[in-house]
């Protein structure tokens, strides 16, 4: 089992619709950042979460830690968020911190 | 533009070749990070350099290896290449500090044929 598991692994929405995408984990973490990759391959961070909720324009992230489980939602789809969007958990091993990495969904949002 | 540089983004070479990428993280950063994204593997971390000590490592192969030199740049530096390797590296660059944003690179495509 990966320690970092993302549903759906694939969405097609239409323009409009509210999207969810989740992330469940299985370690302790210190952060999780949910990461957009668009078709060309660069990375955009979209957020850091280590608790409660964030917003940033129609995008909104939420994180329970006691139940490992964060959230990623779309409000008011458009095309241009057609991407790939990846789960990250950050672990501390002593003073060391790594990411681990879900496989990513692919978003698909039809005009 | 994240602020994140590397360089090449696109490499093809031979099996057995050596290539090194070159990353020049965002001003002021101190972490580097390299990962590999390859079709079957998603993202994998494989080293972090902090203000140039190796901090963390781990999918990473004895033939690869990585630096951070005084100015902070990093390379990452892939030997006797095999086809398997063909993928995309990343850098990133964070303040380090528990929990603080990282920042990709447009990554480097390095296809081995």
């Known amino acids: 089992k990966n320690e970092v598991e993302q549903s759906p692994q694939n969405l097609t929405a239409q323009e409009g619709e509210f999207i969810t995408i989740n992330c469940s984990y299985s370690?302790?973490?210190?952060?999780l950042h949910w990461l957009q990759q668009h078709p060309g391959g660069g990375i955009v961070s979209l957020f850091m979460l280590s608790s409660g909720k964030k917003k940033h324009g129609r995008l909104i992230a939420t994180i329970n830690i006691q139940e490992k489980h964060s959230s990623l939602h779309i409000t008011a789809s458009h095309p241009r968020d057609s991407a790939v969007y990846i789960c990250?958990?950050?672990?501390?091993?002593?003073?060391?911190?790594?990411?681990?990495f879900g496989k990513g969904i692919t978003l698909s949002v039809r005009p | 533009d994240s602020g994140v540089t590397q360089t090449p983004k696109h490499l093809i070479t031979a099996t057995g070749q050596r290539v090194t990428l070159r990353c020049s993280p965002r001003s002021g950063d101190l972490s580097v990070y390299w990962y590999q994204q390859s079709l079957d593997q998603g993202l994998q971390f494989l080293i972090q350099?902090?203000?140039?000590?190796?901090?963390a490592k781990g999918n990473i192969l004895e033939r690869f290896s990585a630096q951070q030199f005084p100015d902070l740049h990093s390379e990452l530096n892939l030997s006797s290449l095999e086809l398997g390797d063909s993928a995309l590296y990343f850098c990133a660059s964070s303040v380090e500090g528990a929990g603080n944003t990282i920042y990709f690179g447009e990554g480097s495509w390095l296809t081995v044929v």
């Open positions: 370690v302790g973490i210190s952060a």
């Open positions: 990250a958990v950050r672990t501390y091993t002593g003073a060391n911190s790594k990411l681990t």
């Open positions: 350099y902090y203000n140039g000590e190796e901090r």
